[in-house]
């Protein structure tokens, strides 16, 4: 059976993908396109963003890099973004940040498994698990700050990790808590010191699962499956290209 890609409804509108990566640090696509049909107009070749999920509004979930005639063009520039990629400033990559599109799917996903598995801590004890984790990770531990009065923009009382000064706020003093604002300042913290974007995205998925597995006991197959099953894994048929910058993972195409 034909395995239908995520981007297939991009078809219609810019023909056949001949080539693509994956970047599962923003859960996006970019797409090199080869469209036939559009050979008259001397755009027959796309360079196409797309992210994995739908935005809510669906005209934002693409975003077309390149549009030509020149098939040499195409790939030139599909390499030369794959590995000097500058998503601090990238307009499409700005917004997929910030509509942070899996962030509920998350949320439901952690409330599905979480209850029977939370404890409640005391400061102490959360400040004690975020140095914990901090040391293991080689990093700088955030300070933890308890307010059940901390809200979001909507009035909603929330959680927080802010990496600007490094700081955890925490609206109540669940063990699960902890170790999500942790995955975040881990996330934040980066391999290479230059990933400074906040999202629910999967590799923060991936890394949540690692601490909840390691420092909340519950195991990680379980974990695994239940992540897959809300689709919150990011695209595993890619694989990684040894690019530090970039980290994109490209998928050959044969047809
Ligand atoms: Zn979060």
Redesign the pocket.
């Known amino acids: 059976m034909k395995q239908i890609r995520p981007y297939s409804e991009l078809k219609d509108q810019f023909g056949r993908c001949v080539q693509s990566a994956y970047f599962p640090d923003f859960d996006v696509y970019l797409l090199c396109m080869d469209d036939v049909k559009q050979e008259a107009s001397g755009k027959r070749y796309h360079l196409v963003w797309k992210s994995r999920l739908a935005f809510s509004d669906k005209k934002k979930s693409f975003h077309v890099e390149y549009a030509g005639g020149s098939k040499k063009d195409l790939s030139l520039i599909f390499h030369d973004v794959c590995h000097q990629l500058e998503y601090e400033t990238h307009e499409f990559l700005d917004r997929v940040i910030s509509a942070d599109i899996q962030?509920d799917q998350?949320?439901k996903w952690e409330q599905g498994f979480l209850i029977g598995w939370d404890t409640k801590l005391r400061l102490g004890q959360a400040r004690k698990v975020a140095r914990q984790i901090a040391e293991e990770y080689n990093m700088e531990p955030p300070t933890i700050h308890h307010d059940p009065h901390n809200v979001d923009e909507e009035g909603n009382t929330i959680?927080?990790?802010d990496s600007t000064n490094n700081r955890v706020v925490l609206c109540s003093l669940e063990s699960h808590m902890v170790l999500?604002?942790m995955?975040?300042a881990v996330v934040s913290n980066g391999n290479f010191g230059d990933l400074i974007y906040?999202?629910?995205g999967p590799r923060?998925v991936w890394q949540?699962i690692e601490l909840y597995s390691r420092y909340g006991g519950i195991p990680l197959d379980y974990l695994v499956s239940t992540a897959s099953e809300h689709h919150l894994l990011g695209d595993l048929a890619y694989n990684r290209v040894i690019s530090p910058k970039s980290i994109a993972r490209t998928l050959p195409h044969i047809s």
């Open positions: 962030k998350v949320y959680s927080h990790f999500h604002e995955s975040h906040v999202t629910h923060f949540v």
